[in-house]
């Protein structure tokens, strides 16, 4: 039962949050309309292209993660019961956010609009700000140990290559 209060919990934030910042705000400030910046731009649009399909799948897989591993959601009013720190959480402390911001950059080189790239700018120190002065202070008192030991090992934002293994805790990798 909790799992399908999470999933339900989940995907309407899914559609509220990241679909807010990645969907409606773009579309309000380009109306997706591509621009023609230089000669053979195909190049950075193939992989702004790329950028985008990656950044929506890995926070699909991170969201669905929130729910089968965490038994919660990614909304601060729901948190999830237990620390998620399988899949891509094993890599980067914030997958959702890298997804968010690699999905506006592919946004940003497909449509080749300076305004997106404003926008992410923008949203980034809102973010970084957020992550450092309120969420991880509240994950810190949340889940102890558990989350200092985890923060020292995993990188907030830049992924490594090799996953984390918590020492006293099995997650599973699927």
């Known amino acids: 039962m909790r799992r399908a209060r999470a999933a339900t919990g989940s995907a309407a934030f899914f559609l509220v949050g990241p679909g807010v910042a990645v969907g409606l705000v773009p579309w309000l400030l380009t109306r997706w309309q591509m621009r023609e910046p230089v000669p053979y731009w195909a190049p950075m649009r193939v992989l702004g292209v790329i950028l985008l399909v990656a950044g929506v799948v890995v926070l699909v897989q991170a969201f669905v993660r929130f729910v089968v591993e965490g038994l919660g959601t ?21 997958p959702m956010y890298v997804a968010i911001f690699s999905a506006l950059l592919g946004q940003t080189l497909i449509l080749a609009r300076l305004s997106l790239l404003l926008y992410v700018a923008v949203m980034w120190l809102v973010v970084a700000a957020w992550v450092r002065w309120r969420e991880e202070p509240v994950l810190a ?25 918590p020492a006293h805790r099995k997650t599973e990798d699927t």
């Open 74 to 94: 990614p909304v601060p009013a729901a948190p999830p019961e237990r620390l998620v720190v399988g899949g891509l959480f094993r890599h980067v402390r914030n």
């Open 141 to 165: 008192r949340r889940f102890g140990a558990d989350y200092e030991a985890y923060r020292r090992a995993v990188p907030g934002w830049w992924p490594r290559l090799r996953p984390w293994k």
